[in-house]
């Protein structure tokens, strides 16, 4: 399937409800790729749900490991991270391996791996005949990354074009060296092997909020794509939705989490808008009683259905509806996995309408 685009989004709850909202021309034009990066058990029922869904609506996407933080339980599975993925979703009502079990999603195989989690992919294959990803980081030296995907390719029993490549630009804070880099690694390895997909991959939505200026901000992953293409034409536009592109540390436990400002970020052509609002608080940086977050976001849901980015690219997707209902009072969105679904289901739709890149 060719796909116009791909998204990372990240195994978290707002994220994973934009997923089980798609609609199935959604899933059918825009590729998926959701980085695990928590485990728990309500996540891994919200990921199995959006998986499920996916795979009804024709899609069977990515699924990466990479980013699973070293102290995460999930580092400490026999079988590698993505073993508890796997038994949740081909095992029986028994707990045995069902017969007619297919995994719904394809593994992507980070680059710098050791021997004993890569035998582990190798199983994988051999148990599934999956197709793969492979993620490539920016900052991987041209010369490196041949002989490392020769020894995958190997090890995997897979030839290159069962293999979709993700070259990870990651957080694009103006660095003049990504552009060369991306496009060195693309036009070298495109060259070189025939992948089933080459796919470049930004983000641009910066780790903290508290110092950005609401308005009109630029999307800088469209620019990235856009220089690369003019030495390896055939590579893909990917992004990481509306999300910063790193997890970030996991919580503390017994800590409490500051409750986050409503805000939005919503994609227009080539363009995103922010959209915020500030909530009153005390000096222990606490919301004040009576200040309503839901009510907050109304007011960033009416500014943004105002701008020229809704009235121009406003779609028929879940987030939109979600966000006419929030503007005129008849739904309420008071937390951030909320507003990051809304935000989310929007990218995907306006990404499968392909308007940016068929006007590139």
Same mark, same amino acid.
């Given at each position: ?79 590698? !991270? ?38 582990? /992919? ?5 148990? /599934? ?16 990354? !041949? ?89 893909? /536009? ?23 400002? !409503?805000?939005?970020? /919503? ?94």
């Amino acid at each position: 399937m060719a796909y116009s685009a791909t998204v990372v989004v990240r195994s978290k709850t707002g994220e994973l409800a934009a997923l089980r909202e798609l609609a199935p021309e959604e899933a059918r034009a825009v590729r998926i790729c959701v980085d695990l990066v928590s485990d728990g058990p309500d996540l891994m029922k919200g990921l199995t749900a959006a998986l499920e869904h996916l795979k009804r609506n024709g899609q069977k996407p990515l699924l990466d490991v990479t980013k699973v933080h070293s102290s995460s339980r999930l580092r400490d599975q026999p079988g590698g !991270p993505l073993d508890p993925v796997v038994r949740n979703m081909t095992e029986g009502p028994n707990g045995q391996l069902a017969l007619d079990a297919e995994l719904p999603f394809s593994p992507v195989v980070p680059l710098r791996i050791g021997d004993r989690e890569l035998r582990g /992919y190798a199983m994988l294959r051999e148990a /599934y005949d999956c197709t793969f990803g492979l993620r490539v980081p920016v900052t991987c030296p041209v010369g490196e990354a !041949p002989e490392r995907i020769e020894r995958h390719l190997a090890a995997l029993r897979i030839s290159a074009d069962a293999v979709e490549l993700l070259i990870d630009a990651g957080f694009l804070a103006g660095s003049a060296t990504v552009v060369r880099d991306c496009g060195r690694l693309a036009t070298e390895l495109g060259t070189r092997y025939r992948f089933g997909s080459i796919t470049v991959v930004g983000g641009s939505i910066p780790p903290k909020r508290g110092e950005l200026a609401p308005g009109v901000l630029a999307r800088p992953e469209f620019e990235l794509w856009q220089q690369v293409r003019t030495g390896a034409p055939a590579v893909r /536009y990917g992004d990481y939705g509306v999300v910063h592109p790193e997890a970030g540390q996991p919580d503390e436990p017994n800590k409490p989490r500051t409750r986050p400002n !409503p805000y939005l970020f /919503y994609t227009g052509r080539r363009r995103t808008r922010f959209a915020y609002r500030a909530m009153l608080r005390d000096d222990k940086r606490r919301p004040l009683p009576g200040e309503d977050p839901g009510a907050y976001f109304r007011e960033v849901a009416q500014e943004t259905v105002a701008s020229e980015e809704y009235q121009r690219c406003a779609t028929g997707a879940w987030g939109d509806r979600r966000l006419r209902d929030c503007s005129n009072g008849d739904a309420v969105a008071a937390n951030s996995p909320d507003w990051i679904a809304i935000g989310t289901s929007h990218h995907i739709a306006h990404l499968a309408a392909r308007g940016d890149l068929e006007a590139a």
